[in-house]
C-alpha cells in the first residue's frame, strides 16, 4: 500500500544551519508529493510540491526533489531562521485525491 | 484569501456524549475532509465529501459520522464520545478534481474524559 515514512524528530538546530528533513515513501504509480507546514497554534500551510519525477519544488527558501530511484522528497533549507520552528509533515497524494501523511517532524531552531 | 475556520479551538467533553464539530470554507469548495492528528501518526482521513449530501469514508471512520447539508458546511459527528477520540481534528477543503491544493483550518483540540 502507500505510506509516507519521515525522520523522527524533534530536530533542533541553531539560527543559520543548514536543514534537512528526510522522507521517503512507498506507492504504486507516481504520486504528487508535498510538504506541509503547521506553526504553533495552526492549521498546516503547503509549503511546496512537485508532481513528477525530477520535480523540485521550493518556497521561502524550503527546497525538495522528487527522487523517484530512491523513492525520496527530502526537505531542505540552507539557513533555518528562528520563525521556521514548526511541524512539518511530508505527504503522497493518491490518484484519488487523498493524501497520506508521515507522522511529521517537529523542527526547533535556536536563536 | 483562503479561509477554513472551525467552530471551536478547544473542546471537553465527557465520554458518551455527543459532540458536533463544525467547518466552514468561504472558497467555494467542492471537497472538504475530516482529519485526524496524532503524536507519531501524523494525520489520517475520516471522512470526505466532494459534494453536498455525498460522503466518502476515509481511512478510519469508525465511531464518526459526518454531514453536509451546505456546500460551504461540514461536520464531524461523535455519536458517542470516547476517550480514544481525544485529538487534534482538523478541516480541509478543495476546489474540485483530485489535484486540488488541499487548505486546512486552525483545528479543533478534543479531550473527551
Known amino acids: 500500500g502507500n505510506s509516507v515514512t519521515q525522520m523522527e524528530g524533534p530536530v533542533t538546530l541553531s539560527e543559520e544551519a543548514f536543514l534537512t528533513i528526510n522522507c521517503t515513501y512507498t506507492?504504486?504509480?507516481?504520486?504528487?508529493l508535498f510538504w506541509y507546514v503547521q506553526y504553533p497554534g495552526e492549521g498546516l500551510q503547503l509549503l511546496l510540491k512537485?508532481?513528477?519525477?525530477?520535480d523540485k519544488g521550493s518556497n521561502k527558501g524550503f527546497e525538495a526533489t522528487y527522487r523517484k530511484e530512491t523513492t525520496s522528497f527530502h526537505l531542505e533549507k540552507g539557513s533555518v531562521q528562528v520563525s521556521d520552528s514548526a511541524v512539518y509533515f511530508c505527504a503522497l497524494r493518491r490518484n484519488t485525491g487523498k493524501l497520506i501523511f508521515g507522522q511529521g517532524t517537529t523542527l526547533q531552531v535556536k536563536p | 484569501d483562503v479561509k477554513v475556520t472551525q467552530s471551536s479551538r478547544y473542546l471537553v467533553k465527557r465520554t458518551g456524549e455527543k459532540v458536533f464539530l463544525e467547518c466552514v470554507q468561504d472558497m467555494d469548495h467542492e471537497n472538504m475532509f475530516w482529519y485526524r492528528q496524532d503524536p507519531g501518526l501524523g494525520l489520517r482521513l475520516i471522512y470526505f465529501?466532494?459534494?453536498?449530501?455525498?460522503?466518502e469514508k476515509g481511512d478510519i471512520p469508525e465511531g464518526y459520522s459526518v454531514s453536509r447539508e451546505k456546500k460551504e458546511r461540514f461536520s464531524l459527528i461523535l455519536e458517542s464520545a470516547s476517550t480514544n477520540q481525544t485529538s487534534m481534528y482538523l478541516c480541509?477543503?478543495?476546489?474540485?478534481?483530485?489535484?486540488?491544493?488541499?487548505?486546512f483550518g486552525p483545528g479543533t483540540r478534543l479531550l473527551v474524559l
Open positions: 465529501s466532494y459534494d453536498v449530501k455525498m460522503k
Open positions: 480541509a477543503s478543495s476546489l474540485e478534481g483530485y489535484q486540488e491544493t488541499q487548505y
Open positions: 506507492a504504486t504509480g507516481y504520486p504528487s
Open positions: 512537485a508532481t513528477k519525477a525530477d
